[in-house]
């Protein structure tokens, strides 16, 4: 028996309100709740799972090697300006050099941060959980700050107890956490030991 025509025309028509309804829900002239509704549940699913497959963050490199290729570095010519007032180093005289001297806090300042992450060396993930070490490394960035300041002033005899404090700072925390032997056998000037 054929179907009657009134029947499939309703099919259509229930098709089409269908479809409308679907367009109304994506179109920006809907109502505010609605839109609302629709967007907030996939921006949140998507916020959350980015956060969720973000790794840790660590360095490619040791903490060793950290110290001894930028901390170490950054470092001298900051005790510099300081020891240039009891006659060894050098007095920042130009802008060129309190620039430079600036550029040095600066590292320090971040340097303190980046210690706070493990890198490749084996005892890294020990010391970076460790508070006593976290707070070491924070009161470098915290001397760091300090020389930003005097080098906004350009005031080099400031250098002289900021720099008191910045080895204070190294030797405690050497005290504290440096093995004997570093653990990936990077020394300070290692370079020049081996004659190069
Ligand atoms: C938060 C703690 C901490 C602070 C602050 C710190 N260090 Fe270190 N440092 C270490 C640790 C731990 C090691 C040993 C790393 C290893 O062997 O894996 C080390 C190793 C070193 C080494 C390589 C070993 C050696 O004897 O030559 C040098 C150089 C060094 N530090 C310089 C400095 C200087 C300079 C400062 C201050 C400006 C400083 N460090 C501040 C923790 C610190």
């Not at 098709?15 to 609605?34: D, E, I, K, R, W």
């Not at 180093?89 to 303190?112: N, T």
């Not at 440096?178 to 000037?189: A, F, G, S, V």
Request: proline share 8%; charged share 15%.
């Amino acid at each position: 028996m054929p179907k009657p025509v009134v029947s499939v025309l309703n099919g259509i028509a229930a098709t089409a309100a269908a479809a409308l309804f679907m367009v109304g829900c994506t179109n920006p002239t809907s109502p505010p709740t609605q839109t609302n509704a629709d967007t907030a549940t996939p921006a949140a699913t998507a916020a959350s799972s980015s956060a969720a497959a973000t790794p840790p963050l660590s360095l490619p490199v040791s903490l060793n090697a950290v110290m001894v290729g930028a901390i170490d570095h950054a470092s001298d010519p900051l005790f510099g300006v300081g020891n240039a007032m009891y006659g060894s180093g050098k007095i920042p005289r130009s802008d060129a050099d309190w620039a430079e001297v600036q550029f040095h806090a600066y590292q320090m300042v971040i340097l303190g941060k980046v210690i706070q992450l493990p890198g490749t060396g084996p005892k890294d993930a020990e010391w970076a959980a460790n508070p006593q070490y976290r707070a070491f490394a924070d009161s470098l960035s915290a001397v760091g700050m300090d020389m930003l300041a005097l080098t906004e002033k350009k005031d080099a005899k400031g250098f002289q107890a900021a720099g008191n404090k910045l080895i204070d700072i190294c030797e405690s925390c050497h005290q504290a956490f440096k093995p004997e032997i570093p653990t990936m056998k990077l020394y300070h000037r290692a370079l020049h030991k081996q004659g190069r």
